[in-house]
């Protein structure tokens, strides 16, 4: 019935209600051969956004002679046929229609409980309450993971030809527990997630034991730099090629070289206020421009294509580029082109574009002088600017000696990113899998990087070449990691070349899209709370998003009720068991109301109760007979 009201749902758009009775199977007795006669109905109302409201009605029989046979022999009065199943989930009035509805608006689209009640009731009709939408939103979860693990038989068979590449990652917010995610870096889908007390091979090892039982081994394997997890793929996938992913073995490099200098500079730059003094000056000169009616804009657009407005004051010239310079110095930030240190170095490249903008400063004074004005703003911005880079102060002398070593440390960071073939504008870290597409060009990079590290190790020799020298550590290190050739696997009878992805953007962007709609749907930045709950099964969700995976797994997004509906009732009943458990969480001394809060009078309360009771169990132990003595015991008091 469901099937039909959701292919037909079109017919049935000008109907208010529909009514379903839900007979049983048969309708007479196997034993008399008489037509079974209405015991009772059980009448519920069934809302869903898919087809209008149905008042379906549960219709249970009984057999008269089977009734009258069974008076007296202490056994059931009446006797009824087994019922079909209802339209609803046990005994709720939402189908599983609306489960998946308010699932998806919940974690796909990132909708508030109130926004997805409005939904429903302007779109669809059916109200839920905020409790029903909470239940539905959690159910959702549970189902979904359960539809994944049903799935595995064509998980497996889709990946018999080819092969996979896994790739694995770990993510927490705010001290939680790290929520582990297993992917196929081929395809994108998500083969595995679990909540895991932390990153350490004891257990992540069980975790790739499991994908390796299900899956076989992958045709390489992908992580960042953490120890423990190359450790356990390298122990688990034994003589799978590993890599490490090259943004993060480019950013710990950087981190090395560069953070320590980095941040100090960056403490002094902050301590000089310059950036807010510049700021507020150009604050300031806009609104005097504007209280004057003077376009600074305009008028900056002009001179900067050579072109001085007739009859325009000097003054007003030398405002509109003292404003253009500031506004082109407080613009530093776009030399980072999305991406963070140590991949950029926002604050040295303040000081660079101060530098140059002191020289503008300078012509802007002179031309001022020049024009009979000078402006007390001009030999402010000047004087402020000169301060910082200029200066005799231990403070600016430390500065200008930090962005001399940071440049030059940035300069062989450069050098090595630009062997590794890692574009600068891809924004932050990790968005590109840098796939290179021929094993020649991957021989190419081998060969240059060896260059690369033979100078290194030159350099590094005569011990004065710090930089050279961690840098040649990482080399060392993680060499074997670092290039790996793309695989030849044959499908049919034909060759196929799987290219292997240099970075773990899959696993990075999974956890993205996982704690960024966190975040818009709780408006809140600390998402801990919600990681420990749930977060494991967000990272299914992700699987939605895949063309492939809903293809594989359900055929449409369409078909989503009906895999929801085929899950049996006792992995339902154990995964929401396992899900419920994990929603009280670790603090057991919460409670819902202020009467189950539990207080510190309580837990002194159990430990007097406790020591109470041992001082009685001594002398129930001096009161034993001496035969009996140490018979019993096993060093502990057993109470």
Request: proline share 4%; net charge positive.
């Amino acid at each position: 019935m469901q099937d039909r009201l959701r292919s037909d749902s079109d017919l049935f758009k000008d109907i208010d209600t529909i009514v379903a009775d839900c007979y049983p199977e048969k309708r007479h007795c196997e034993t008399h051969g008489v037509k079974l006669l209405v015991r009772k109905t059980e009448t519920r109302n069934v809302r869903s956004p898919c087809y209008p409201s149905i008042r379906a009605r549960k219709i249970q029989l009984y057999c008269p002679i089977c009734e009258k046979e069974m008076n007296g022999t202490g056994r059931t009065g009446w006797v009824h046929s087994p019922t079909v199943p209802m339209l609803t989930r046990g005994k709720s009035p939402f189908s599983m229609d609306m489960v998946v509805s308010v699932g998806m608006m919940k974690f796909l689209e990132h909708m508030r409980r109130n926004d997805i009640q409005k939904e429903l009731e302007t779109e669809y009709g059916p109200y839920a309450s905020a409790g029903s939408l909470s239940a539905m939103g959690m159910e959702f979860l549970v189902r979904l993971k359960c539809v994944h693990m049903l799935r595995s038989d064509r998980i497996v068979e889709d990946i018999d030809g080819t092969g996979y590449i896994l790739g694995i990652d770990g993510t927490g917010d705010g001290g939680s527990d790290r929520i582990f995610a297993a992917m196929d870096l081929l395809r994108g889908w998500v083969l595995l997630s679990e909540r895991i007390p932390s990153e350490k091979e004891e257990y992540v090892t069980p975790l790739l034991e499991r994908i390796k039982r299900d899956l076989g081994l992958p045709v390489a394997s992908v992580c960042d730099m953490q120890c423990a997890m190359m450790n356990s793929l390298a122990g688990v996938m034994n003589g799978v090629p590993l890599r490490v992913c090259d943004y993060h073995f480019l950013d710990d490099i950087g981190c090395d070289l560069m953070e320590k200098q980095y941040l100090e500079g960056r403490r002094l730059i902050i301590d000089t206020r310059l950036r807010a003094f510049l700021a507020r000056k150009r604050k300031e000169m806009y609104r005097e421009a504007d209280r004057d009616g003077l376009d600074v804009s305009a008028i900056a657009r002009g001179l900067r294509e050579g072109i001085v407005p007739h009859g325009m004051p000097v003054e007003s010239c030398i405002k509109a580029q003292v404003y253009d310079t500031l506004s082109w110095i407080l613009r530093y930030n776009e030399e980072s082109h999305g991406m963070r240190f140590p991949f950029v170095l926002p604050y040295v490249d303040f000081i660079d574009r101060c530098r140059k903008g002191l020289e503008a400063i300078t012509s802007i004074r002179k031309t001022a002088v020049n024009g009979r004005t000078s402006p007390r703003y001009l030999r402010e911005i000047e004087s402020a600017v000169k301060g910082t880079l200029m200066d005799e102060s231990d403070a600016a002398r430390r500065l200008r000696a930090i962005c001399r070593s940071v440049k030059s440390a940035y300069a062989l960071f450069e050098e090595l990113r630009k062997l590794l073939d890692i574009p600068k504008d891809q924004g932050d870290i990790p968005r590109d899998k840098l796939i290179v597409r021929s094993n020649e060009r991957i021989a190419e990079m081998r060969r240059d990087l060896e260059r690369f590290r033979d100078d290194l190790r030159k350099k590094a020799a005569d011990g004065t070449h710090q930089n050279e020298k961690v840098v040649l550590e990482h080399l060392d290190k993680y060499w074997n990691y670092l290039m790996i050739e793309n695989v030849v696997v044959e499908k049919d009878g034909k060759a196929i070349t799987i290219e292997i992805p240099r970075t773990s953007s899959e696993n990075e962007t999974c956890f993205g899209r996982m704690k960024s709609g966190l975040r818009k749907r709780l408006g809140k930045k600390d998402i801990g709370h919600e990681l420990n709950m749930y977060g494991d099964y967000l990272a299914y969700v992700q699987n939605l998003r895949n063309e492939g995976y809903v293809k594989m797994a359900l055929g449409s997004l369409d078909d989503l009720p009906k895999a929801f509906e085929s899950i049996p009732p006792e992995m339902f009943a154990k995964e929401r068991g396992v899900f419920k458990k994990r929603m009280v969480g670790y603090d057991i001394t919460k409670g819902s109301s202020r009467s189950q809060k539990v207080l510190i009078e309580d837990i002194f309360r159990g430990i007097n109760a406790v020591d109470k009771r041992i001082d009685e169990v001594r002398m129930e132990e001096h009161a034993r007979p001496p035969e009996l003595y140490g018979r019993q015991s096993n060093g502990f008091l057993t109470l």
